[in-house]
């Protein structure tokens, strides 16, 4: 189904391919209902430890982040210490749009599009850095998409199959509807 941990007491499964496989509208709903209940009731103390775990309790703890909370966001994404945790620390991101949050995958891209060697979560951090450019109307995102640009650099010279800044801006706007959804529900009766 997706990447689980237990977190404060609950086993979570968070992520973009959990949503889709959700066949039924009412089992969307109640996913979405306990995933939001629990995201209000989680604190940071219970989010601190699977952050230091693999990446797929790292997502989760990124989901539940990403509906109620931002603690360590920033911090992990340019860490990035895990592939594919990234994903969900940019979906966070996103969700909560600040222009802080803005900063933080641009720091993320400044880092890591210079380094090909490393291919962790540039792809998503670069979806999540269009979407939010768009949403706040900055006009950032020229610097690294232009021919010359470190993005065009970064797919010239690293092995990645997403070369298309824009490819993931569809998934990133799925988890964020989908977290609105999630967070809608927990307040209906």
């Known amino acids: 189904m997706g990447p689980c941990a237990t977190i404060g ?48 309790a790292q997502l989760t703890a990124a989901w539940l982040a990403g509906l109620d909370r931002r603690e360590r966001i920033g911090e992990l ?11 969900g620390f940019c979906f966070a991101l996103t969700r909560s749009g600040t222009q802080q949050d803005a900063q933080l995958p641009v720091d993320c891209l400044d880092r890591y599009l210079a380094r090909p060697d490393l291919m962790y979560d540039q792809h998503w951090a670069m979806a999540a850095f269009l979407c939010l450019d768009a949403r706040l109307g900055a006009g950032h995102a020229s610097p690294f998409l232009g021919p010359s640009g470190a993005w065009q650099r970064w797919t010239a010279a690293a092995a990645t199959p997403v070369t298309d800044p824009g490819s993931l801006r569809p998934q990133i706007g799925m988890m964020c509807s989908f977290a609105e959804h999630c967070m809608r529900s927990v307040d209906e009766p």
């Open 9 to 56: 007491g609950n086993t979570h499964s968070a992520s973009s391919s959990t949503v889709t496989s959700l066949p039924a509208p009412a089992e969307r709903s109640a996913f979405a209902r306990a995933l939001a209940a629990d995201a209000r009731q989680i604190t940071a103390d219970d989010l601190r430890e699977p952050f230091g775990y693999e990446w797929r």
């Open 77 to 87: 994404l340019l860490a990035s210490k895990l592939c594919r945790a990234g994903k």
